[in-house]
């Protein structure tokens, strides 16, 4: 396996790291906070939902990183693929929300939020897509 692909791999976990951060969310209100407090199953979901949230940013932030070195590596070796322009492009833009989000609104709720949840839809879409077209090539 070249060092491009594991740079593709590690943006394929840095975005499953990254998204978690909203299902782990939903979870915890759909189930976790119904059960005791002092329930073990609870304690443990509530631990690891605490490090997913804490770390959302961090996770995105490795992500654009691994995003860059991939680019660089694959685009020297390979070329260019426009697929991968078009997920790559998704990424910057929803690392830029996540920025804007951060640390201009400084606020949990705006349509900022819903446009940077879209895109994370719309860039595991583009992920997938890229993922596929390199296995074709």
Known sequence: MSVG?????????GY???VLN???KWANRRWISKMPKDAPGR???QSFMRFIVKNHRYFGMFTSVALITHFIIQYLSWGFYISGLIAG???IIQGSLGAY?????QKKNG?????HRSVAVLLFL???VHVLMAKLT
């Open 126 to 128: 583009g992920i997938l």
């Open 101 to 105: 989000g951060t640390y201009v609104k």
């Open 16 to 18: 499953l790291l990254t």
């Open 43 to 45: 304690v443990r979901f």
């Open 5 to 13: 692909r594991i740079f593709g791999w590690l943006i394929v976990t």
């Open 22 to 24: 909203y299902f782990v």
């Open 111 to 115: 349509p900022w939020l819903i446009v």
């Open 89 to 91: 492009s998704l990424l």
